[in-house]
């Protein structure tokens, strides 16, 4: 497995900063406990019941399966930015969007183009209906050999 040197690939191929996607800067990450916490770009969030905090978002059944997710842009992990380090904020994007993400962004698996996908501990994963039913995004298409998975999005 290559080593990823500065950070791991990740791109908004479409829908921001022009188009159907909006943002916002959370000024308190934390873990499922309410610890601080540094998030990557390319993981999902959810919000908390804090205003202007959100923590590492995963998909469920029921009342789960309808999270208000977020995508981090820009982390507050100091192999991020300078800037979301620094600030110890995270900026987030909402909406319809398409990305193209490295294998650390994404649960291991064999991905085959419309493969629907959920969210679970803030990375891609395939969609297992009756067990984690809130579907997400869909897979465009994959390379096994680069480990690169290109997804559409519906947040």
């Not at 191929?13 to 959370?26: C, E, L, N, Y």
């Not at 610890?35 to 770009?41: I, M, N």
Request: contains cysteine; proline residues 6%; glycine residues 10%.
């Amino acid at each position: 497995m290559p080593a990823e040197v500065i950070r791991p690939k990740f791109d908004v191929v479409r829908g921001w900063p022009q188009g159907s996607a909006h943002d916002r800067t959370f000024e308190s990450v934390v873990d499922g406990g309410g610890a601080p916490l540094k998030l990557r770009q390319g993981s999902f969030v959810t919000t908390t019941t804090n205003a202007g905090e959100c923590k590492p978002a995963t998909v469920g059944t029921g009342a789960t399966a309808l999270l208000p997710l977020w995508l981090v842009i820009e982390g507050n992990d100091e192999s991020d930015s300078y800037a979301g380090d620094y600030l110890d904020k995270a900026v987030v994007i909402k909406g319809s969007f398409e990305v193209l993400l490295s294998e650390t962004m994404f649960v291991a698996n064999a991905y085959t183009p419309s493969d629907h996908l959920t969210i679970i501990g803030g990375q891609f994963a395939p969609a297992n209906p009756g067990v984690n039913e809130g579907i997400n995004a869909y897979v465009l298409s994959y390379d096994a050999a680069s480990k690169l998975l290109r997804a559409s999005v519906t947040l």
